[in-house]
Structure formats: C-alpha cells, structure tokens
C-alpha cells in the first residue's frame, strides 16, 4: 500500500501464553495505526508505529469538549488459520456518520480498511487462538488542536488500537439481569445518541455504577423526552420476541445503529422470520410479559454477540424471561453468527473478510 509507512518496533511484547484469561482491552499488541489531519492539507502522514503513549496538548479539544468518535470491531482466528474481519466496511462508514455530527473530518474508508488490514496482518499472532477469542480493534479520531475555544479543531488524529481479547462470557453463554432506567438518560433524538462517540458514554456510567451495585449487568434506557419507549442496552442494541414478531426500535437518531443489528435483521429476515422495526414502549414489553406473550429478549453488539436478557426489572416489576434460560432464537443467532465470523459457515456474500499478505 503506498504512502503507509511501517516502523517495526526494536523490543517485540511476550505475547499471552495460550489459554491465558485476556479479559477485555487492557493488553496492547506490539503496533498501532497513527494519521494525521490540518487543515488545508486533509488526512496525511498514515503510518504504523510502536505501540506506546503518544503526545498531545492538554488544550486538545477532545480532552476538553469530547470531539472524538470510535469504533469496535474485531479480527478472528478461524480453525484452519485464516484471518477474519465481519462487515469491516460497515465501521468505517458509521465511523464516518459518527465524524460528520462531531465536525471530524470525513475519512477514506477504502484507504482505512486497507491500512486496518496491514495492521491485523502485521499483528496476526496476536490473535487468539483460544475459543471465542479474537483481537479487538479500536480505531478513534480525537481533535487535538490546542486551543479552548469551543470550536471544531483545524488538527485531528486518527489511531487504530490492538488488543487481543478472552470470551465475552468467561463462563459460557449465560442470561443477564437488566434495570430498566428511569432517573437518567442516555440520548435524545437531534443529540448525539446515533454517533459512537465518548459523551454518550460518560454520560451513562453513573446509571451504569448505581444499577450494578443494585446487582444489575446493565441498564437498559428509554427515550429521553418521555421516558416511555425503548432505547437500547448500555453498548448493546435490544430484540424483542412479542408473540411470535421479532421487535427492535427504530433508528430514530437516539440509538446506535449496530452492525450486529443490522446483521440479525437481514439473517431473521431471510430465514422468514417477521422482524419489526418500530418505536415500542415499556409499557407494552410488560403488557406482553404479564399475558404471557414475552418469549424472549437479548441484546446484540460486537462484543458480547449476543446477550440473551434472563431478568428485566422495571420499578418494582421484575419480568423473568423465558425461565431466566437462553431462548430459542438468542441461541440460534449467537450460534450462527460466531460461525460465520470465526469462518466455520461462509455466511452472506461480503460478510466475512479475509485479511491476506
Ligand atoms: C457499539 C454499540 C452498539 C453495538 O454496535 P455493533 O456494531 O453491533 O457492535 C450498540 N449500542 C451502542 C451504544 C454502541 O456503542
């Protein structure tokens, strides 16, 4: 790839031994992704250096004002070595709708991918082997012109992290309780709520905090004007299976529009499923749940996969699900989209990405 310099790093990592808990992304593979923009000349400078702290004023406007997006995919080892991505084009593309609602410059998301290849090639031995392992990928921009103007920045940094990453679920596929959220919120339409971007997330972790000392997994948040229709999970998108019909909210510009998400949809939908995007009030999940007519709910989303919902709590309502067991439908999708980004089926035309030489 031209104007891509590589600088390898002089004092390669110990990489984590096989079958060593990873967690989540607090291990660093040995490279990272680093470009820079000014305006005037636009995103230059794309190189590939050793992981490490990098330099910056603490007037940049991202430390300040929180201009700055990113994005999570990750990199899967398949059984006969492959390297894998899912949809990775669908990342660049939100990264670029989350950039134009922060004033962050658009992106070229061939030459993103591109370089985002080399650096999962270059890092390939970071990737798990292990099962349900793989190597989760951060790119982000930041504004880091120095200045306290509130403003849009004239100079941004866009960075691509590596860090390999254990199972979701350290103990195997199990149901979570949520709390339903109805003190604070999260996002509301004509906000933010639809762009990945760090505010939407500062902005959640109190709610976050108090539902888990409560003994609550996450929070699942209404619409912010009324408090009445459902939003989506902490950084999940949530399903519902109301009598038969498979229901998420629309995207209404509060909500994130998952890549997860979108894949459900289009796989219910090819397999005859009736799946429903439309607004849907709590009011009704509980209707639904006292009649007996709430079979299932999970939550879906890059990290996890999916998330199938055991407990709901709801002021004092507490909605036991389908026995607080894994239900049909959540286990066939966990089970049929992991084998299409692990490579074991092939899956819909694009969908999974071999990152070659
Ligand atoms: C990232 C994210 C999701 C899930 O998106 P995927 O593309 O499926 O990973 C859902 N909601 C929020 C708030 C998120 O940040």
Redesign the pocket.
């Known amino acids: 790839m031209e104007n891509l310099s590589v600088q390898l790093t002089q004092n390669p990592k110990e990489k984590p031994a096989k079958g060593a808990k990873l967690g989540f992304g607090s291990v660093f593979t040995d490279h990272m992704l680093l470009m820079d923009y000014d305006k005037g000349i636009g995103w230059h400078d794309a190189r590939i250096v050793p992981y490490g702290p990098i330099s910056i004023s603490l007037a940049a406007t991202c430390l300040h004002y929180a201009q700055e997006t990113f994005e999570?995919?990750k990199a899967y080892r398949a059984e006969d070595g492959r390297v894998l991505l899912f949809r990775p084009e669908?990342?660049f593309k939100?990264m670029n709708i989350s950039n134009e609602r922060m004033c962050i410059p658009q992106l070229d998301v061939d030459f993103c991918l591109n370089a985002l290849k080399k650096l999962v090639w270059l890092e390939r031995d970071w990737i798990p082997e292990d099962k349900e392992s793989s190597l989760y990928l951060r790119p982000m921009c930041i504004g880091v012109e120095s200045k306290l103007g509130v403003k849009d920045a004239d100079n941004y940094l866009f960075a691509i992290l590596c860090s390999p990453s254990g199972p979701y679920y350290a103990t195997g596929l199990k149901p979570v309780k949520i709390y339903v959220e109805e003190q604070y919120v999260r996002a509301v339409r004509g906000g933010v709520?639809f762009a990945?971007t760090g505010g939407?997330?500062a902005c959640s972790m109190l709610a976050q905090s108090v539902a888990h000392e409560k003994g609550y997994a996450q929070v699942l948040w209404l619409d912010g004007v009324e408090k009445k229709y459902i939003g989506?999970?902490?950084?999940?998108?949530i399903f519902f299976v109301i009598d038969g019909e498979i229901v998420t909210p629309e995207l209404d510009g509060s909500?994130?529009?998952?890549?997860?998400?979108?894949s459900i949809i289009e796989l219910l939908r090819h397999e005859g499923y009736r799946v429903t995007e439309r607004k849907l009030s709590i009011q009704e999940v509980a209707e639904s749940y006292r009649c007996g007519k709430l079979q299932e709910v999970f939550g879906?989303?890059?990290?996890a996969v999916i998330s199938p919902v055991g407990e709901l709590k709801w002021g004092d309502e507490v909605m036991i699900i389908n026995n607080n067991e894994i239900g049909p439908i959540s286990a066939h999708l966990y089970q049929e989209l992991t084998d299409i980004q692990w490579g074991r089926v092939k899956g819909p035309e694009g969908w999974s990405v071999e990152v070659k030489e």
């Open positions: 999570g995919m669908e990342n939100r709520g990945k939407n997330y989506e999970v902490g950084a999940m998108n909500i994130l529009s998952g890549i997860t998400r979108k879906s989303g890059t990290a």
